[in-house]
């Protein structure tokens, strides 16, 4: 056998005794391509995602970068040393939601190619600064991404919509042979969305200067309502007196001296003006015309982290384990070791525990008790030990119910609400897509 294959299964062994064995959440992502290879058990009880659901896909649909200069220090670390330690970085949750953690990768060879350990610890909410930074960095992903401008606004309301906790999107766009405004796509939150304003802006077109979305239209200018129960006739205008629907705002997208489409969020909460939240969006828009135009979008920022020229080489595992704190300690505990017993493959967990639950919903256990035993809210099942044992849709529910109580709806009327939005059984989802 080769040195260099030797030293491929060195690495090899080590990794995969740290996804059988580690307690923290581990994803390995290829390099070349920026997909995920494989990811361990613990991650199940942080994110909701199983193995099956992110294996193939591309690591940001996952992992996401809290702020630019965090994004800029893990490449610069990567490039630098082949690791960085305690990041701090965002990860979308299976039920929708974006939680905050500690990031720490260590860049290794694996299979004749270069690939990125990850290890996840600590979820916790967002903070509003933080949201906005996903957004931006977000948004400069999509544009890198490429595409028609259609697709990219697409992309870039449901980005705003997930990360400053919006509840419906929608990218109208300019039929200039009929002289409207047409919906072209529709994203729905699927920890709520307004179902009725979603159905009735389906296919729905506005003549310029006709509705608070004709006069986006016509005057080029961001519009921005707080409340529009307060405003009924904007309500009226767009065919949706009547719906629980507040805050609401929409930014045009100009090409050159003409405008081709507008960008619409909606919130079932009063959402108060919001300048820097304006602001991204606008310039973002401003790249889609470029767009549209037959240009091209400004410098995006910085560049992906797939494909990186390390300095050092990746197979140092030893010597690269003293700059990484928690994931090198585990790596320098199995660098080497006897490959262990083959043991026959535990079976997937059945569902959360209540500490995971509470820790990915940030509602205290004896709360999710409380709403379990005074509201029948939830019907956990029990293992063969007796714990109780939650799925996904009992995670979406009390993400729901929790932002609900945010926007000031007392307990019992959030889980009416709840439970009146949720399908019928057997019945289809009634979450839009874009």
């Keep these: 056998m080769s040195s260099s294959a030797r030293q491929g299964r060195d690495v090899e062994r080590p990794v995969a005794q740290l996804l059988q064995k580690s307690s923290d959440a581990v994803v390995v992502v290829r390099l070349e391509d920026g997909l ?50 305690e ?19 260590l860049v290794v060879g694996l299979e004749g190619g270069r690939h990125a350990v990850c290890t996840l610890r600590a979820g916790r909410d967002l903070t509003a600064a933080e949201r906005r930074g996903v957004v931006q960095l977000e948004l400069r992903r999509i544009l890198r991404d490429g595409g028609s401008w259609p697709r990219m606004a697409a992309a870039a309301v ?3 919509g997930e ?13 200039p042979e009929a002289e409207v405004l047409r919906c072209e796509r529709l994203w729905c939150s699927p920890l709520g969305c307004p179902q009725e304003l979603a159905s009735a802006s389906a296919g729905a077109s506005f003549a310029a200067g006709a509705g608070p979305l004709g006069r986006v239209w016509v005057t080029g200018e961001p519009a921005w309502v707080p409340d529009l129960l307060a405003r009924p006739e904007l309500l009226r205008e767009r065919g949706a007196e009547g719906l629980a629907v507040h805050g609401w705002f929409a930014v045009p997208v100009p090409a050159g001296d003409e405008v081709v489409g507008v960008l619409e969020l909606v919130s079932r909460a009063v959402r108060q003006r919001d300048e820097e939240t304006l602001g991204i969006l606008r310039r973002f828009a401003g790249d889609l ?34 700059s990484v ?10 660098v080497g070791a006897e490959p262990p017993e083959v043991e026959a493959t535990p079976p997937a967990p059945a569902g959360l525990t209540l500490k995971a639950v509470s820790d990915r919903t940030g509602i205290p256990a004896a709360t999710v008790r409380t709403w379990e035993r005074r509201y029948r809210f939830l019907h956990p099942t029990r ?42 059984p057997g019945g289809a989802d009634r979450s839009g897509g874009s």
């Design 87 to 105: 990041i701090p970085a965002g990860f979308r949750t299976r039920a929708g939601e974006l939680r905050m953690g500690d990031l720490s990768v």
């Design 158 to 160: 449901q980005a705003v």
């Design 36 to 85: 995920v290879v494989d990811v361990n058990e613990a991650l199940f009880a942080m994110t909701g995602h199983r193995r099956e659901d992110l294996v193939g896909r591309r690591s940001h649909d996952l992992l996401i970068w809290a702020t630019v200069a965090g994004h800029l220090e893990t490449v610069a670390g990567l490039r630098q040393l082949g690791s960085v330690s």
């Design 383 to 424: 293992s063969s030990s007796g714990y109780r044992l939650y799925g996904e849709d009992d995670i979406a529910r009390i993400l729901r119910v929790k932002r609900l109580l945010e926007q000031g709806v007392r307990i019992g009327e959030a889980m009416a609400v709840v439970r009146e939005e949720e399908p019928p």
């Design 163 to 175: 990360c400053l906790r919006w509840e419906l999107g929608a990218v109208w766009r300019v039929d």
């Design 289 to 322: 015309g470029a767009v549209a135009g037959g240009g091209v979008p400004a410098d995006p920022g910085p560049e992906e982290l797939a494909g990186l020229e390390l300095r050092r080489d990746p197979l140092q595992l030893r010597e690269l384990a003293r």
């Design 325 to 334: 704190s928690r994931l090198n300690r585990l790596l320098e505990g199995i």
